[in-house]
C-alpha cells in the first residue's frame, strides 16, 4: 500500500511562484507606466498653462 502524504508538490508551488512572479512583475510595470503618464500629464498642463497666459 502506498501512502499519500498531504501537501504540495514541488511542481505545484513552481508553477504558484511563476504565476505570482509574474502578477508582482506586471505590477511593478504598470506602476511605473503610470508614473510616467503623470508626469507627461504634468509638463502638458504646465505647457498649455503657459501657452495661455
Aim: net charge positive; hydrophobic share 60%; glycine share 6%.
Amino acid at each position: 500500500m502506498q501512502t499519500r502524504c498531504a501537501g504540495f508538490s514541488m511542481m505545484e508551488v513552481l508553477v504558484a511562484m511563476l504565476v505570482i512572479g509574474t502578477g508582482a512583475l506586471a505590477l511593478v510595470m504598470l506602476h511605473s507606466r503610470l508614473r510616467e503618464t503623470r508626469a507627461q500629464a504634468a509638463l502638458r498642463t504646465l505647457v498649455a498653462a503657459l501657452k495661455s497666459a
